[in-house]
């Protein structure tokens, strides 16, 4: 859970490729947020910089391939809408 008059945030980052498998999928539960992919390997990828996108509570987000490897994610506290924000993260270990 996230609570925004917390400070709380999550942190950008690309997961792991060693321990987690594809796919990655997150389910929002509760609150709308802005989640902001940064493209962390531009010799490969020309794509875009940075796209911001929103996640309504009750969507499924799937992360595989570029998503999942050439982008890291996160949600900067400021881009919670709303007062909290719960979510599932599901992975399939290595």
Known sequence: ???KDQGHSLTSHVDDRHKHKEPIANLSLSGDCIMTYRNVSPE??????ERR????RRCLQVMTGK???EFAHGIQN???IGKRRVSVTMRTMS
Do not use: E, G, P, T
């Not at 490969?44 to 910089?49: D, I, S």
């Open 1 to 3: 859970s996230y609570l």
């Open 53 to 56: 996108v929103l996640l309504r």
């Open 78 to 80: 400021q881009d919670l």
């Open 67 to 69: 998503a999942r490897y």
């Open 44 to 49: 490969r990828n020309l794509l875009f910089k």
